[in-house]
């Protein structure tokens, strides 16, 4: 056996198990985050409480969970690192971290199932431009329905949020719509559904749907049989 087969044997063979350790950090991320809960839960004052919260360790385990993405890049423990990540920067509201992960994971494991459960999740997050540039990609070039679906409707509802401009909320609509007919199998299907209603139905100016119920006394009544009066409408109920 030559010298440099050697070398490459015992690279190989001790090549840390990078599944291995995502579990390891996982368990110590796990209990140090239930310990700062714990401590905060029992904090006697309000000050105590603020100083125990310059102590989560989102942040210090961002950079860990990070790093082993990058050394086990390729590997199914590797996504699920950089779906951690993008889930801690999420709860810091930390947008460039967030569209750090989701750029590594669509430049080296777009084939993953991990990219569906961001994609999802994007949709919860502060407006930022490249992330919605990476949706776009997702919804284009993954090899799987869900993950397609998951971003386009994140997309679409990103672009319907608050006061969208003509051309972004255009886009956002048919993102929903090809969700809504295209992916209809799907789960995604639905909230799409749900979102195109409300854009056309619930929006000040619309007018209101109708619908029928009771009263107090169980008489029947259409919301429509009041049209063109002043009405007050409250919901209420035991939940």
């Known amino acids: 056996m030559t010298g ?3 070398l490459l044997i015992a690279f190989v063979q001790d090549k840390p198990d990078a599944a291995a350790e995502l579990k390891k950090l996982q368990a110590e991320y796990t209990r140090e985050r239930d310990a700062f809960l714990n401590a905060v839960r029992a904090a006697k004052s309000a000050e ?3 100083r125990l919260e310059e102590k989560d360790p989102d942040g210090l385990f961002l950079p860990r969970f990070r790093e ?5 890049k390729g590997t199914s423990a590797a996504a699920m690192a950089l779906l951690t990540v993008f889930e801690l920067a999420a709860s810091r509201e930390n947008g460039d971290a ?3 992960a989701l750029k590594e994971m669509v430049a080296s494991h777009l084939d993953s199932p991990r990219v569906e459960e961001m994609a999802a999740a994007v ?3 502060n407006p930022h431009a490249g992330l919605d540039a ?3 990609q997702i919804g284009e070039k993954s090899p799987h329905r869900g993950a397609k679906a998951a971003a386009r409707l994140s997309l679409g509802q990103r672009l319907l949020s608050g006061e ?3 051309d972004r909320a255009a886009e956002g609509r048919r993102l929903l719509e090809s969700v809504a007919k295209e992916f209809a199998d799907t789960s995604y299907a639905k909230p799409a559904e749900g979102r195109l209603f409300q854009v056309d139905h619930l929006q000040i100016g619309k007018t209101v749907p109708d619908f029928e119920a009771k009263d107090q006394d169980g008489k029947a009544f259409k919301l429509s049989d009041y049209r063109g009066k002043v009405l007050v409408v409250d919901f ?3 939940w």
Do not use: C
């Open 4 to 6: 440099l087969a050697f």
């Open 48 to 50: 105590e409480r603020t």
């Open 68 to 72: 082993l993405a990058r050394r086990a």
């Open 98 to 100: 967030m569209e750090g």
């Open 123 to 125: 949709v919860h997050a």
């Open 134 to 136: 990476l949706l776009r």
């Open 164 to 166: 969208s401009k003509a």
């Open 236 to 238: 209420w109920g035991f």
